[in-house]
């Protein structure tokens, strides 16, 4: 039976755009090539203890006095723990990451084995089974760079917090194919197998149709794909269930299936039988029901894995039963059997020779704030800017010497009694947006720019007063989905007359703003919709809910690192 699991066909095609009226699919095909690999050596301990996503700020236990780095793994090389005391800067400096971003834009085409996993649906375990393979295949001596669908910033951190290296995201809605590619050739420099993690349903795209999908996604990188399916309150429904995805698109292949909680031997044995004999796919592999494999939840998806400490102890068990339960040699194989992904004249990375740092721009990064794809800070590195680490919760003042401030998105709802109580902070925000400083902050970071913060127990709590808004916490989502942005004003981040692409999830709202900011973007939706005037834009700052992947235009980093040099030159003299 094994030779049936390595196809050669295994590949996603492409996926038709339906709109919800029509919901009729095209069949389409291509052919699989075999890609290549090399090894690289690492261990899963190395990584799970030293993962710089739960360093949360703590203290070097080397030297006892520096800080070790909260940013992307991928910064230390899989170090995260690394004590930079006597090294004289920060290992996610701009000499440190330069050559990996030169080695990418050398790249014609991606070669490196990958694989997606897709899911019937969401809270099916793609995040569990992604995470226990990753492990699994890091055990092996494979280094293993995770890829997520979508915007999401969670499910990311908890593959990163296993990996040793930043997740990235693959949204084809944000990005384009094109620059899509690129974030892929850029994650899968140095790995030697690449795991794609899926969201909700595999043909769940934007508006009812693939467009953004696992699926879409899939085709656009050429990675076969496995489906996991949730067995735990049926057995042979799960062969219908197989058979409708195989089935849904003409011409998409299904590599195979994986089963989640599985009752026992004879569970597995029924549902293997009855898809093989419905829907002629292969089981891979079944991981059995264990209760204490779940990860807690809260109102934007999983809880951060920055506050889960339990992680490391499921990953721990994870690894057994993948080890035990799913066959690695098959699925790597298969993986092998991804086509070679040429690159398309997009370019996120724009080949400019890295240098020393021009501007030193002050980022957000603690449990409060932490929700930033890996591509904008390398872009903003790769403009002149080094990239400074700070912490609203901790820190009493700005970094020394920084010409700009970055405030992504995050939970400072949950965090507020310590940033409501961190005075000194708010004061350090203040004196820099009254100086002139340029100030860019999404979501979370625009919530603790405001006023106040109405928590959903009814109190209220002073943030920084750097913009006339107060804001409320609603206790239900107030905002979920793609945004099409076009700019009303000039800002620190584009012209006037631009658009853009982003996404917003929040459940608070703005409940009291003062005149004097003027709108920085009319918000339409994914389709088009119109919904209103979107943010805060002056001479200096720009604050919106939405957050922007930097990847979709050079003129993002281009124009906010300008405004940081420009802000150097005045305050220098």
Known sequence: MEGTFVCSSVIAPPVPRRSPSTRRPRSITFRAAAGSTSSIPSSVSGGMDSIAFACSFATCAQCGSCRRSPLPADRLYGSGGLCYGSQGQAPWG????SISIREARLLDEVRTPRLVIAGTASSVGKTTLAAG???ALRAQGLTVQSFKVGPDYIDPAYLAHVTGRPCRNLDSWMLGEGALRQVLAQGCLGADFAIVEGVMGLFDGRGGGSEGSTAEVAHAIRAPVVLVIDVGKMSESAAAIALGFKNYSPGFKLAGVLLNNVSSDGHRRTVED???NVAKLPVLGALPAMADLGIPERQLGLLPVTENKDWDR????LVDAVTRHIDLDVLRRIGEKAELLP?????????KPAGPAQVRLAVAYDDAFNFYYPENFELLEENGAEIVPFSPLEDSHLPEDVSGVYLG???PEVFVEPLANNHSMAEALQRA???GMPIYAECGGLMYLGRSLRTEDGATHAMANVIPVDVQMDGQIHRFGYRQLLTLEESILSPKGQFYRGHEFHWSRIVNHDGGLKPAYQMLN???DLIGYEGFVAPNLLASYVHLHFGQNPLLTEKLVTHCREFLAVHSR
């Open 274 to 276: 009855a898809i093989w």
């Open 433 to 435: 947006h009254r100086n």
């Open 94 to 97: 701009s000499g440190a990451f």
């Open 526 to 528: 994914a389709e088009g």
């Open 133 to 135: 393979l990753i492990a």
């Open 409 to 411: 998105g995050g939970f």
């Open 314 to 317: 499921i990953i721990g068990l």
């Open 343 to 351: 690159l398309v004249p997009k370019k996120v990375f724009q080949g």
